[in-house]
């Protein structure tokens, strides 16, 4: 008997988890679906998905940062992090349709603002360059995608519609309409055209730096090269 008692209140705890979670959580839900092909239907979403777990808890640690309750808001940011991997400051700005795609590692910093629609993969940081206060973590728009693993720093601005590769490490200002690749970040596309100087955007085959400049020294060696052949008697 004590089981089936105990077997009822799981079951009902976990109905009033989901129903609550589709009525506060609506918005990151439907950004989950629509965006993550893995994923089937909002119980999968609510019950397994580490990024939908710290939205909800930024969610709540939010509001009682904005109450300036002491305490509470940070702890329950470290439960989510010590819980999904993820650290969301409970002071930071996100919009809606927010979503973090697996997210493991992910840190979004104090005074960060996120736009609408924006989607983050694992390993991005939102995070400052040093010791400063105030403004001091970016500022992204709408539909913003970092790719997993980037780093944007610093109390930039990053536009509207903006792509930033994996792996890139953006520290300026990026316009709307821009895709972002290297380290440190630099503007490859604007508004679909090419930028001169660019490099491939595919996230596959992100630029290696280190390859760029044996081949650029390798270049100017077969340049010397030649030159050398042409004035031999």
Same mark, same amino acid.
């Given at each position: ?25 609506? +918005? ?7 965006? +993550?092909?893995? %994923? ?15 939205? %909800? ?54 005074? %960060?603002?996120?736009? +609408? ?70 503007? %490859? ?45």
């Amino acid at each position: 008997m004590c089981g089936i008692h105990g077997f009822v209140i799981v079951v009902g705890i976990g109905l009033i988890y989901y129903l609550s979670a589709r009525s506060f959580c609506g +918005d990151i839900l439907k950004a989950t679906l629509e965006r +993550d092909p893995a %994923a089937k239907n909002y119980a999968e979403i609510i019950f397994t998905y580490a990024g939908f777990h710290a939205l %909800a808890l930024h969610k709540i640690s939010n509001f009682l940062n904005k109450m300036s309750i002491p305490f509470l808001p940070r702890l329950l940011s470290q439960v989510g992090r010590f819980v999904t991997g993820i650290e969301i400051h409970p002071a930071a700005v996100i919009g809606k349709g927010f979503f973090i795609d697996h997210g493991m590692g992910v840190v979004i910093g104090e005074t %960060a603002v996120v736009g +609408d629609n924006v989607t983050l993969f694992q390993g991005v940081t939102l995070g400052g360059t040093g010791k400063e206060k105030g403004k001091r973590h970016p500022t992204l728009g709408n539909n913003v995608v970092i790719g997993a693993g980037a780093k944007v720093l610093g109390n930039i601005k990053v536009g509207n519609n903006v792509l930033v590769g994996a792996n890139a490490v953006v520290l300026r200002d990026v316009p709307d309409d821009s895709t972002v690749v290297g380290v440190p970040g630099r503007v %490859a596309k604007k508004r679909g055209q090419r930028i001169p100087g660019g490099v491939n955007l595919d996230h596959s085959s992100l630029p290696d730096p280190m390859q760029q400049a044996l081949e650029k020294l390798q270049h100017e060696i077969d340049h010397i090269e030649e030159g050398l052949e042409k004035h031999k008697p």
